[in-house]
């Protein structure tokens, strides 16, 4: 890439670099993000696997009822 940017003007490429670091930086906020969902997810599955009672579940997650429940048929 950093090859076809030279061929660019300097105004032109520092364009293509910011939008090529905005993509990258929305990626990897996504990726993490849903790094934090898989994770709220398994804690649950783990609470309900303990016999937590779902109310408690939701409270301390965050998570909505409907996806603990959810969560507790898999």
Same mark, same amino acid.
């Given at each position: 890439?950093?090859? /076809? $940017?030279?061929?660019?003007?300097? @105004? ?16 990897? *906020?996504?990726? =993490? ?8 997810? *398994? +804690? +649950? @599955? ?8 779902? +109310?408690? =579940?939701?409270?301390? $997650? @965050?998570?909505? /009822?409907?996806?603990?429940? +959810?969560?507790?048929?898999?």
């Amino acid at each position: 890439m950093k090859e /076809e $940017t030279k061929k660019l003007a300097p @105004k032109e490429a520092d364009m293509v670099f910011e939008m090529m670091n905005s993509y990258e930086r929305r990626g990897m *906020e996504k990726g =993490i993000q849903e790094g934090r969902q898989e994770g709220l997810q *398994e +804690a +649950a @599955k783990r609470m309900l696997a303990e016999g937590m009672d779902v +109310a408690l =579940i939701v409270k301390l $997650t @965050k998570l909505p /009822e409907a996806e603990v429940r +959810a969560l507790a048929l898999e």
